[in-house]
């Protein structure tokens, strides 16, 4: 059975970084698509990142330039690094991983970005 498992939520203040990273178990298999998505108290869960397989990247507007996506196919791992972060990145960061018509999601890791 897959699960991810994310790591690297926490508190910082305005401007700082922080790191996840996503493992994923019990695969075999490399992910077409890895990525990142967040859901912040009262919004819907949006995309932060995504990476396949090949290494292409995709980010939101919101993020560009601040965050980078990477990933270790090998490991079946992604992360995301955080720079500049902003009180509005806070929120519940999701790894989730897609192979064919399987979706994956991990648990959720909260980050929190106080002014």
């Known amino acids: 059975q897959v699960q991810l498992v994310e790591y690297g939520g926490g508190s910082v203040q305005a401007g700082g970084s922080l790191r996840l990273s996503c493992a994923a178990s019990g695969s075999g298999f490399t992910f077409n698509v890895m990525g990142w998505y967040r859901q912040a108290p009262g919004k819907q869960r949006e995309l932060v990142a995504s990476?396949?397989?090949?290494?292409?990247?995709n980010y939101a507007d919101s993020v560009k330039g601040r965050f980078t996506i990477s990933r270790d196919n090998a490991n079946n791992t992604v992360y995301l690094q955080m720079n500049s972060l902003k009180p509005e990145d806070t929120a519940v960061y999701y790894c989730?991983?897609?192979?064919?018509?399987?979706?994956?999601w991990g648990k959720g890791t909260l980050v929190t970005v106080s002014s």
């Open positions: 989730n991983a897609i192979r064919s018509v399987w979706n994956y």
């Open positions: 990476i396949i397989s090949g290494g292409s990247t």
